[in-house]
């Protein structure tokens, strides 16, 4: 029998349409890219993320010479979040990339590895987390739950039976 899976995602031609306060989380998220640690692939990431009290956090990529050493922007924010604001969930989280020698006008998605680490701090909290990714200028995409990056995603509960 085949199934079919889907998602729902808003798409913007630009941030314009966005909220004051989702346009800001972007705009950081776009601004600490330049916070970004990479000299090998000379492609920033950085990360905003709104927490349900306010409080703001961020991160950024940090490269490595011997590859899999780096970290995604994605995966120090949660770090910096989980450490700073242990029970304090992420409401949203904005994404921005800056590559070296060209322009970022299309929305960057979180690797597998940052797909199943946001997963799992929606099921941390049981709240969705809202994801808006976009490059330093141009489109906007809006999703409502990291869930829906990784629908067969690996869980706690198949450790568990």
């Known amino acids: 029998m ?6 729902s995602y808003e798409e913007w031609p630009d941030d314009a349409a966005l909220s004051e306060q989702d346009r800001t989380l ?3 998220a776009r601004r ?3 916070l970004a640690y990479a000299p090998y692939s000379n492609f920033w990431v950085g990360a905003a993320a709104r927490l349900v ?3 703001l956090v961020v991160g950024t990529n940090q490269e490595n010479a011997s590859y899999p050493v780096g970290i995604c922007a994605e995966r120090v924010l949660l770090g910096h979040a989980a450490v700073r604001f242990p029970n304090d969930p992420i409401e949203t989280i904005a994404i921005s990339y800056h ?3 060209r322009s970022s006008q ?5 690797c597998g590895m940052c797909r199943q680490a946001l997963l799992e701090q929606e099921i941390r909290f049981q709240r969705p987390m809202r994801l808006i990714l ?6 906007v995409h809006v999703i409502e739950s990291a869930q829906s990056l990784l629908p067969f995603a ?5 450790l568990r039976s």
């Open 32 to 34: 600490v890219t330049e």
């Open 154 to 158: 690996f869980t706690g509960q198949g």
């Open 53 to 55: 009290s306010g409080s």
């Open 134 to 139: 976009s490059g330093m200028e141009g489109k």
């Open 99 to 101: 590559p070296k020698d």
């Open 106 to 110: 299309i929305p960057l998605y979180p």
């Open 2 to 7: 085949t199934q079919q899976l889907s998602f």
């Open 26 to 28: 972007l705009e950081e």
